[in-house]
């Protein structure tokens, strides 16, 4: 029979032991460092080693979420900070950051690695390849299908765990920069500013789309998907995970509790059995309601009512008795291990106490299982009663007194001669032996010493080789969404003699009429023509590449940039095996860990530098030759959802909206109807035109001009500054209303 985990969150110690104490199989939680919410109240160390211990007590695991990305900076802390709990007994770890996946899987050989929703995994490319690193878990994207679940559970024995209750990212999670852009506060740092929840209008051609009263285009339901629990659990899901680490203990003590009911149901009448009581759902909408709940994305790509379109409630009505009930019971409350005892008193013997207590890992929630743990403690042999005798009710009262441990007596067998006397302090003392004793060989069961640890004393690095490169001038990548954008630079090649060094062009281009024919005047204008492929790589994506298969393959292209690790396996598979690989900032690489990881497993020509590092992180990656976004309107969200379809509904006409904040910023949307997601792009292009001194102490190899919106004199515009900027050292005005992004700035 397989068995289902109930995952619950927690960011603190208090909803840590709320968790536990509702029926939570698992926990997840973030220490001090290096968590996806930086501004939950983590826990200090001996907290939340406290926490583990609580945990463990009770059979439940505790993942602890390593799950941001890393900087150079910050490697060198990395051993130091899991040892301590991997010594604890900490069950896994949830990692976003490959280098960091990597360094766990070399320095703690014994530690299960789970990869974090952060990593944007969409597909069974991906899943094999994060199984065969050494993964034993993955966080798929929350947007993917039953369909695409299924898919990676029979081609992947990895183990599958997927969000089923909470709030849901309007942008795929791992690829939203809109927190960072606009405020500093980056997502993959773990301090989202949850600019999505902020009010937004949105505009095709001038026209308002959306009426006054709704006005959150951006703010998702909250995903609850009990209803449809024993579809998820046969499309292969392990593990249901619930959100809420910035919440309440109440609200994680209500909705574990809740989901531990109908999880047990379906365990025991399958489902025919299976049905969701209305009050159960109501209750759930006590505990937080953001505008209602949604199924979220297992049986349909997007939609207008998966969005809390409408501002909530000014006041609502507060189930005073219900939060009294979970507070005391799960927040406030104590929860009790049952002890099964046995104690012998003879005359002339040693007393012998037994004590054991079932093996809580295989039973709570799960298959029965007769496992248990056992401790046994001797005391001094019985003295003959002088006046009064020890009574049976007198030896059972005492041992019972189990106090504010974890533990209490289920049963206890005593057996016992006559006439004899136990005073109440040897009681008192075998009891607090063999619970302590017990107790610590609980936890020994989690506990860790430092076999299959490898002993770490610091990264060094040998010095970086530059790639050979010809210093005679700067080089140029000029990447095209539109076919506009490719007329506009070929037109300017031609009437300046300028031949680029590589011209990309965006995949949805490959539908276009007459592609290998343009193809084949970009490789007469350029050196090299490069495939820039799509930021979400699914299923509508596989369909395109395989119906336009034979073409790509005819056009021969230099290199194909890729946005997901799920391409390139993809490509591998299915256009060419031997394709040289560029990453895009969106395969993160923020310190030489992570590059090395890349250069070792895939055949890469070179990698984009992350958009959060600022100039002297990148510095720090001590990794010249790579390339550098050096213009290019940046992308802020990637999203499943479609504003258009949202606000007026789909005619899968690919065109670009515009999204107007509360204090007027135009943020163009562009809709990708052949692979079903939108882009929100900044308001501001990205430029660094006057820093070409800080640019030079980098070396990049190749720098971006990325045109997304722009049209052909736009283009031509910023073609023309950037080479009298960079090739012909004339000093020219920059580009209207520009930003240097994180360059100057960085992120925390």
């Known amino acids: 029979m397989k068995i289902t985990e109930l995952l619950a969150p927690a960011g603190s110690y208090e909803s840590l032991v709320a968790a536990v104490n509702a029926g939570a199989d698992a926990v997840y939680i973030g220490g001090k460092k290096f968590s996806a919410r930086a501004y939950a109240d983590n826990p200090d160390e001996d907290i939340l080693i406290k926490g583990i211990e609580y945990a463990h007590t009770f059979g439940v695991n505790i993942y602890m979420t390593i799950n941001t990305l890393f900087k150079e900076s910050e490697m060198n802390e990395l051993f130091d900070y899991i040892k301590t709990y991997y010594n604890a007994g900490i069950d896994a770890v949830i990692v976003q950051d490959l280098g960091v996946f990597e360094f766990i899987r070399k320095h703690f050989k014994k530690l299960p690695i789970h990869a974090s929703t952060q990593m944007t995994v969409t597909g069974s490319y991906g899943a094999i390849f994060l199984k065969n690193i050494g993964a034993s878990r993955i966080v798929p994207a929350r947007e993917i299908s039953?369909?695409?679940?299924?898919?990676?559970?029979?081609?992947?024995?990895?183990?599958?765990?997927?969000?089923?209750?909470?709030?849901?990212?309007?942008?795929?999670?791992?690829q939203c920069l809109m927190s960072s852009i606009i405020g500093g506060r980056s997502g993959n740092r773990g301090r989202c500013a949850q600019t999505c929840r902020l009010p937004y209008d949105l505009y095709e051609d001038g026209k308002k789309l959306n009426k006054s009263d709704e006005r959150n285009l951006l703010s998702c339901k909250d995903l609850c998907s009990l209803d449809i629990l024993p579809d998820l659990i046969e499309a292969g899901i392990d593990s249901l995970k619930i959100e809420g680490r910035m919440k309440s203990p109440r609200y994680t003590a209500g909705v574990v509790g809740i989901w531990r009911k109908y999880l047990d149901l379906y365990n025991d009448k399958k489902r025919t059995g299976y049905k969701v009581d209305k009050a159960d759902r109501k209750l759930l909408l006590d505990l937080f309601d953001r505008g209602g709940q949604t199924e979220g994305y297992y049986k349909r790509h997007n939609g207008r009512d998966m969005i809390a379109i409408h501002e909530k409630p000014a006041n609502r009505d507060?189930?005073?008795?219900?939060?009294?009930?979970?507070?005391?019971?799960?927040?406030?409350?104590?929860?009790?291990?049952?002890?099964?005892?046995?104690?012998?008193?003879?005359?002339?013997?040693?007393?012998?106490?037994?004590?054991?207590?079932?093996?809580?890992?295989?039973?709570?929630?799960?298959?029965?299982?007769?496992?248990?743990?056992?401790?046994?403690?001797?005391?001094?042999?019985?003295?003959?009663?002088?006046t009064r005798a020890s009574s049976v009710t007198d030896v059972e009262k005492q041992l019972k007194k189990t106090g504010n441990t974890f533990f209490s007596f289920e049963r206890l067998d005593i057996e016992m001669d006559g006439d004899l006397f136990i005073p109440v302090k040897v009681l008192n003392e075998l009891r607090r032996e063999a619970i302590d004793k017990l107790y610590q060989k609980i936890l020994d069961r989690y506990r860790r010493d430092d076999s299959g640890v490898i002993a770490y004393t610091g990264f060094i690095y040998p010095g970086v080789a530059a790639k050979t490169e010809s210093k005679s001038r700067v080089k140029f990548n000029i990447l095209c969404e539109t076919m506009e954008q490719v007329d506009a630079v070929l037109d300017f090649a031609r009437s300046t003699d300028f031949i680029f060094d590589e011209i990309s062009i965006e995949s949805e281009l490959i539908s276009e009429p007459e592609t290998e024919k343009k193809i084949k005047a970009v490789k007469d204008c350029a050196g090299i023509c490069n495939l820039y492929m799509p930021h979400i790589f699914r299923d509508e994506a596989k369909s395109f590449f395989d119906k336009h298969l034979q073409t790509i393959k005819d056009c021969k292209f230099d290199n194909f940039i890729v946005r997901s690790l799920e391409e390139i396996f993809y490509i591998d598979d299915k256009i060419d095996n031997n394709a040289n690989i560029i990453l895009d900032y969106s395969v993160y690489a923020y310190n030489?860990?992570?590059?090395?990881?890349?250069?070792?497993?895939?055949?890469?020509?070179?990698?984009?530098?992350?958009?959060?590092?600022?100039?002297?992180?990148?510095?720090?990656?001590?990794?010249?030759?790579?390339?550098?976004?050096?213009?290019?309107?940046?992308?802020?969200?990637?999203?499943?959802?479609?504003?258009?379809?949202?606000?007026?509904?789909?005619?899968?006409?690919?065109?670009?909206?515009?999204?107007?904040?509360?204090?007027?910023?135009?943020?163009?949307?562009?809709?990708?109807?052949?692979?079903?997601?939108?882009?929100?792009?900044?308001?501001?292009?990205?430029?660094?035109?006057?820093?070409?001194?800080?640019?030079?102490?980098?070396?990049?190899?190749?720098?971006?001009?990325?045109?997304?919106?722009?049209?052909?004199?736009?283009?031509?515009?910023?073609?023309?500054?950037?080479?009298?900027?960079?090739?012909?050292?004339?000093?020219?005005?920059?580009?209207?209303?520009?930003?240097?992004?994180?360059?100057?700035?960085?992120?925390?």
């Not at 992947?156 to 795929?172: Q, R, T």
């Not at 104590?334 to 002890?339: D, T």
């Not at 039973?363 to 496992?371: A, D, F, W």
């Not at 045109?707 to 090739?727: C, G, H, M, P, Q």
Request: proline share 3%; aromatic share 10%; hydrophobic share 35%.
């Open 592 to 748: 030489k860990n992570t590059i090395d990881f890349y250069n070792d497993k895939f055949n890469i020509r070179r990698l984009t530098y992350p958009l959060e590092l600022n100039l002297s992180e990148i510095r720090q990656l001590d990794n010249p030759s790579n390339e550098m976004i050096a213009y290019g309107k940046i992308p802020m969200m990637v999203s499943a959802q479609c504003l258009k379809k949202t606000a007026k509904g789909c005619d899968h006409k690919k065109e670009i909206l515009v999204l107007k904040d509360r204090k007027n910023s135009e943020m163009q949307v562009k809709t990708h109807c052949d692979f079903c997601y939108n882009t929100i792009l900044n308001s501001k292009p990205l430029s660094i035109l006057g820093m070409e001194n800080e640019v030079k102490k980098i070396s990049p190899g190749i720098l971006r001009l990325w045109f997304t919106t722009e049209n052909a004199s736009e283009t031509k515009t910023v073609l023309r500054k950037y080479i009298d900027n960079f090739y012909n050292n004339v000093t020219v005005s920059n580009i209207d209303d520009f930003t240097r992004g994180h360059l100057k700035r960085g992120i925390e």
């Open 318 to 386: 507060v189930n005073t008795d219900y939060f009294n009930y979970l507070d005391k019971t799960f927040v406030e409350g104590r929860r009790a291990v049952s002890v099964f005892g046995k104690i012998k008193i003879k005359k002339d013997m040693p007393i012998v106490f037994d004590i054991a207590v079932k093996d809580l890992r295989q039973t709570y929630g799960r298959e029965s299982q007769v496992n248990s743990i056992s401790v046994k403690v001797f005391g001094e042999s019985p003295q003959p009663a002088k």
């Open 146 to 174: 039953l369909a695409e679940i299924k898919d990676i559970d029979n081609k992947c024995d990895i183990e599958i765990e997927c969000f089923v209750h909470g709030a849901l990212c309007y942008s795929y999670s791992g």
